[in-house]
């Protein structure tokens, strides 16, 4: 009886394996068939990541919460995402970023949420900003409402080098605009800022920078991923 049922169950994962070669897109980390974006090995990998204890605090900016850090399963994911056009791949990033969110008890449900935009020019060449696609899927979980015009970055920000950190933060602040969709906010409205990965937090800054020269509030950076483990010890 215990064979037949191991052969049996053999079998049914074998027709589910060739159903979704047949049906389903592969799962763009190993490339084997998934039921869901990524396949279930992936996707507890994926989960199995460490993630550094939310928040962060870092002078100048609002509390700052990340869900993993940038290594393994979730560095491949944000290059799958970013650089190979597999932009299925913010659908279990903004997911993540949702259980973030939460569990935080501290944070209340009247916020904004607001990519970090990416240059145009940028935008075009890649077909979409990753941080709006995984934007959209962490406000379709946790009901935040979504203004992808929040925020225009009107500068492409390549020439940093060579300048001072003050001129480097005068130069980025100076790449970004208060966007269409928040001119009319009231003063005081809660905006949660989304990245995908959180490196030096210079953006953020500048992006925070922008929001309150407006009169808005920026109550969270909330970044997939934290480029350094050591920011978790501040
Ligand atoms: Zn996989």
Known sequence: MRDWH???????????????????????LCLRPATQVLCQDCTQRLQDCPSPVSPIHIAGLPPLYGWKY???????????????RQRQVAEPLGEGLATLWRNRVELNGKSIAVP?????DRERQRG???ADLIARHF??????????????????????YGLSRSDRFQNLKRAFALGPGLRSCAPNTQIVLID????????????TAILEDAGLNVVALFSVAIAERRLSKS
């Open 196 to 207: 995908d990965i959180f490196t030096t937090g210079a953006t953020l800054k500048a992006a």
């Open 116 to 120: 970090i935009p990416l240059h145009r």
């Open 6 to 28: 191991a052969a049996l169950s053999g079998w049914t994962h074998f027709a589910d394996r060739c159903l979704g070669m047949l049906f389903r897109n592969p799962c763009p």
């Open 70 to 84: 940038y290594e393994g399963p979730l560095k491949q994911s944000l290059a799958k995402l970013k650089y190979d």
């Open 139 to 160: 406000c379709q979980r946790t009901g935040l409402p979504l203004q992808s015009q929040g925020l225009l970055r009107t500068q492409s920000t390549t020439a940093q």
């Open 128 to 130: 979409y900003n990753q």
